[in-house]
């Protein structure tokens, strides 16, 4: 009996420490999406637009036309699609568009075929960046789509010189099936980590598909140097070398609905695994002590959650106790989940809540274990 109160206990802490982080998020949050927005931009801005691809021959075409159709001045932006050694029509249908469409700067670069190959989105970055002209970067992928005030959005985040990186709100869509659409709602919750965080100025998340940084900040930091034995973490190690190196005001949240990036979540449950175990495996990298609490204690609450209930068949009070603390855990999540469902137009999303925080439950500690030991696969190649 001594070692069931013991254990719930330590489940009880934990809980209590994830509410702790959660709710301050949540103040975050409410402190981000309550900011006056402005939709101005320097006149002096040149933006690169980079978009990195592999094998994106079904959605190089709508993601070009769609930034063709930025309300943001052409003679004060270039895009550029950096190749990383694609094997189908990529390539050849941007080219075809730049030579429709010579007014928007659209620039092609391709990976080196002889000597050292450099393969890896990191790479591909570093290729455009090395190319690209603008002061201030904006990144995003093939597979998204965008409205036309993307842009202009996106560079308004940059208001004051201290601002050296802007994190983008990415949301996913067209859920077909139930997996799709629990993908969907907890992915709000994930964003709503990133804004919240960002919010307090200890920026835990961010997601490549919509970001954007100084061009200054990715030389001065180094780039991805100190990062380079990860094939994944553009993104989220940049993020964590600029707060580090700049201050934590020099990482703030975009919350304008008009830089929303939309993408579609993964249709099997191979490939959601696969993903979330390519996002764990870099996570043996993370330095910024904000990035690694939040992640442990978020690791460790779900993993004694579901052990305490597993332990609670042969001893019913752990049982009980288990399952009260989850809905403790369960309630302290709704606010951020209830403020970002009405922030993307998702509100119909809520009556799956119960059912994605059943999957969450299992996932959670079942993808951190596996994305430390096992291999995944990722555009044709192993992680």
């Not at 591909?124 to 959005?153: H, N």
Request: charged share 20%; net charge positive; with cysteine.
């Amino acid at each position: 009996m001594e070692i069931q109160s013991d254990f719930a206990w330590i489940i009880f802490i934990m809980v209590a420490g994830y509410g702790c982080i959660i709710g301050a998020f949540s103040v975050g949050l409410i402190r981000v999406t309550r900011q006056k927005r402005t939709q101005t931009f320097q006149s002096d801005s040149f933006v690169s637009v980079i978009i990195p691809v592999r094998n994106e021959e079904r959605n190089i075409l709508p993601v070009l036309e769609e930034i063709y159709s930025q309300d943001f001045p052409r003679d004060r932006m270039e895009v550029i699609v950096s190749d990383d050694y694609s094997e189908d029509g990529t390539m050849a249908i941007a080219n075809r568009f730049a030579a429709l469409h010579p007014d928007l700067g659209l620039v092609m670069i391709c990976p080196p075929t002889s000597g050292i190959k450099a393969p890896g989105k990191k790479r591909a970055i570093e290729r455009a960046v090395r190319k690209a002209k603008g002061d201030i970067l904006l990144l995003s992928d093939a597979d998204t789509s965008r409205g036309p005030g993307w842009i202009t959005s996106m560079v308004s985040g940059f208001g004051t010189p201290e601002i050296r990186m802007v994190l983008g709100p990415v949301r996913f869509c067209h859920e077909k099936n139930l997996l799709q659409k629990i993908q969907s709602l907890e992915f709000l919750g994930l964003v709503g980590v990133t804004a919240g965080s960002a919010g307090l100025g200890y920026p835990v998340m961010c997601n490549g598909a919509n970001l954007a940084y100084r061009h200054s900040a990715f030389l001065q930091t180094g780039g991805f140097d100190g990062n380079r034995m990860y094939q994944s973490g553009d993104d989220q190690f940049m993020m964590s070398s600029i707060r580090k190196h700049y201050g934590k005001r020099s990482v703030v949240f975009n919350a304008d609905p008009l830089s929303v990036v939309s993408t579609e979540p993964e249709r099997t449950l191979k490939g959601f695994l696969n993903q979330r175990i390519r996002w764990v495996s870099k996570s043996p990298g993370y330095r910024d002590p904000a990035v690694i609490v939040t992640g442990l204690v978020t690791f460790s609450t779900h993993l004694l959650l579901l052990a305490g209930m597993l332990t609670g068949i042969f001893w019913s009070k752990l049982l009980t106790v288990s399952i009260l603390l989850w809905f403790l855990k369960i309630l302290l999540e709704y606010p951020m989940v209830w403020i970002m469902t009405r922030f993307f137009g998702k509100k119909r999303l809520t009556g799956y809540y119960f059912i994605a925080q059943v999957f969450q439950l299992v996932y959670v500690p079942l993808t951190g274990f596996l994305g430390l030991f096992i291999p995944y696969r990722w555009k044709g190649r192993k992680g």
